[in-house]
């Protein structure tokens, strides 16, 4: 069934820039819906962006359009979110996310990574 692995998450002052990695392991992306969603303490896991792979289609949230960058490796095994101007907000544990089903935004993922933790200092 295979994994999906996030990494590149990390401490960084507001204003700052971070990029997340998504490579799946021993599962394919390509055809696919593959996003991301987040989740601050006390918070419920909110929709952050996701792509169709094919097609390279993205979608944002408001809260990070004009901010963040959603775009396909060269490998059809990974995907990279690209995050800049980071707000104390966008402080919470950051998980990658896939169905094999074509989907508008917010997707409705079957599989998920483990998650990678993103900090932004005031």
């Known amino acids: 069934q295979g994994q999906l692995v996030e990494s590149g998450g990390g401490l960084v002052q507001a204003g700052g820039s971070l990029r997340l990695s998504c490579a799946a392991s021993?599962?394919?992306?390509?055809?696919?819906?593959v996003g991301w969603f987040r989740q601050a303490p006390g918070k419920e896991r909110e929709f952050v962006a996701q792509?169709?792979?094919?097609?390279?289609?993205?979608y944002y949230s408001d809260s990070v359009k004009g901010r963040f960058t959603l775009s396909r490796g060269t490998a059809k095994n990974i995907v990279y979110l690209e995050m800049n101007n980071l707000k104390p907000e966008d402080t919470a544990v950051y998980f990658c996310?896939?169905?094999?089903?074509?989907?508008?935004?917010?997707?409705?993922?079957?599989?998920w990574g483990q998650g990678t933790q993103v900090t932004v200092s005031s």
């Open positions: 996310a896939q169905t094999n089903r074509i989907e508008r935004a917010p997707m409705n993922p079957d599989y």
């Open positions: 021993g599962r394919t992306l390509s055809a696919t819906t």
């Open positions: 792509i169709w792979w094919t097609v390279a289609t993205s």
